[in-house]
């Protein structure tokens, strides 16, 4: 699919895209993902039964929370529109032995053609990287089952974020690459209440989502101020 044509920012994708090589790198550029990650497959896992279930997973990146959602017995559809993330993630899943189903396509196509097709999506670090997030959202409302659930972490709109996620995580610390994130794309926990709405989705949950580097762990639990994790069920 061409990007250009996507609810997509090319610059985006090539930003994501430049990272596949070491998207599975515990100490590489996507360390941070790593450390997150057992804490947002928890975060899905307490309020989702997974065996079994089709789980769509949205902007996978590399398939880092796939191939987890995989391993708990979901079957696992995927999507990104960076063709070097894709080609990483299949390439994974000969060393993994995991199954999921990686696919170069919108979420929004993939919503003509399989309207209420899964029983949970997650869609993580993902909303503050695209120019219409609600789009996404009622993409996602579409591909939903009834009492279907939706998966969401992104970023708060706080200048607590800008100190963490900007200047402490790009530029002191270094733990992402310079240009990572765009303060103004960040999201309100109210403003992502209007687009669920708008969409059809009834917000269940708000959690925060902390993250230490220095002991390299991520739990769910206190302040929304950075980092949050939302779950979403559809009516």
Wanted: aromatic fraction near 6%; proline fraction near 6%; include cysteine.
């Amino acid at each position: 699919m061409n990007a250009t044509h996507a609810n997509a920012s090319q610059a985006e994708l090539d930003k994501f895209g430049a990272l596949a090589s070491r998207w599975w790198d515990p100490q590489g550029p996507q360390r941070p993902l790593h450390e997150l990650n057992p804490a947002r497959l928890g975060y899905v896992r307490d309020r989702a039964a997974l065996a079994g279930a089709r789980v769509l997973d949205v902007g996978c990146g590399g398939g880092l929370l796939s191939e987890a959602l995989a391993g708990e017995g979901a079957q696992v559809t995927a999507l990104d529109l960076a063709p070097e993330l894709i080609d990483v993630a299949r390439l994974h899943l000969l060393e993994s032995g995991r199954k999921v189903d990686y696919r170069l396509q919108s979420v929004e196509s993939l919503a003509q053609e399989m309207p209420g097709a899964f029983d949970a999506i997650t869609c993580m670090e993902m909303l503050e990287h695209v120019p219409d997030p609600g789009a996404v959202l009622q993409a996602c409302a579409t591909l939903l089952k009834p009492g279907g659930k939706l998966f969401l972490s992104t970023l708060n709109r706080t200048p607590a974020a800008f100190a963490v996620a900007i200047v402490g995580a790009e530029y002191l610390a270094r733990l992402l690459p310079k240009g990572t994130h765009d303060y103004k794309q960040f999201i309100r926990p109210s403003e992502l209440a209007g687009w669920l709405r708008a969409a059809g989705l009834r917000l269940d949950d708000v959690s925060g989502l902390a993250y230490d580097p220095l002991r390299r762990k991520a739990w769910v639990g206190g302040p929304t101020a950075v980092n949050y994790l939302a779950c979403a069920v559809k009516s």
